[in-house]
T-cell receptor
Framework: DADVTQTPRNRITKTGKRIMLECSQT?????MYWYRQDPGLGLRLIYY???????NKGEISDGYSVSRQAQAKFSLSLESAIPNQTALYFC??????????????FGPGTRLLVL | AQSVAQPEDQVNVAEGNPLTVKCTYS??????LFWYVQYPNRGLQFLLK??????LVKGSYGFEAEFNKSQTSFHLKKPSALVSDSALYFC??????????????FGQGTTLQVKP
């Protein structure tokens, strides 16, 4: 979905390096999410944010941190990258309309390789 | 705890034949169910969702899914498969108790291969 962009699209880094993955959206959605995708495991939630002042840990937040710089921007940082953080990372956005009416929309993904 | 199972890693179908991609779920309370598709080198695209109402939900690209509460299933279907439907399909669930958190639980994905 072109309304959700992720940079970079591909990244190779070395163990111990700090890296940042960025997500921007033009949808005007309040809610933003970071997931990682591993083969055979589906997508797992790392962090989520319901507005600029709200940050919440997901199921696999260890080794990651996030920053919600503005409504439209949500960055994911790996403080000290390790090889098992090699994965495909997705950002998603959503807005709640009505009772339980929420659909998440995903960016194109960032493929990260940690050597 | 919420969970989603997609029992088939891969489904192979001939073009023009009907296809089914299976999904079963486990939640406490009413489920909210979603299907997403991931084409090669692309992000996940929303296909359809079930919140309430009719058990048969119609979505994008001619896909539909049938919610079956007694079997706790939400299988994705299409009457006539196209080669261009070949992709990775994810089922996801959210229960009413986590609706305010927005958390989605994803299945492991099923690769659909449609052969000419």
């Amino acid at each position: 979905d072109a309304d959700v962009t992720q940079t970079p699209r591909n990244r190779i880094t070395k163990t111990g390096k700090r890296i940042m993955l960025e997500c921007s959206q033009t949808k005007g959605h309040d809610r933003m999410y970071w997931y990682r995708q591993d083969p055979g495991l589906g997508l797992r939630l790392i962090y989520y944010s319901f507005d600029v002042k709200d940050i919440n840990k997901g199921e696999i937040s260890d080794g990651y941190s996030v920053s919600r710089q503005a409504q439209a921007k949500f960055s994911l940082s790996l403080e000290s990258a390790i090889p098992n953080q090699t994965a495909l990372y997705f950002c998603a956005t959503s807005v709640v309309s009505g009772t339980f009416q929420e659909t998440q929309y995903f960016g194109p993904g960032t493929r990260l390789l940690v050597l | 705890a919420q969970s989603v199972a997609q029992p088939e890693d891969q489904v192979n179908v001939a073009e023009g034949n009907p296809l089914t991609v299976k999904c079963t779920y486990s939640v406490s309370g009413n489920p909210y169910l979603f299907w997403y598709v991931q084409y090669p080198n692309r992000g996940l695209q929303f296909l359809l969702k079930y919140i309430t109402g009719d058990n048969l939900v119609k979505g994008s690209y001619g896909f539909e899914a049938e919610f079956n509460k007694s079997q706790t299933s939400f299988h994705l279907k299409k009457p006539s498969a196209l080669v261009s439907d070949s992709a990775l399909y994810f089922c996801a669930v959210r229960d009413m108790w986590s609706s305010n958190t927005g958390k989605l639980i994803f299945g492991q994905g099923t690769t659909l291969q449609v052969k000419p």
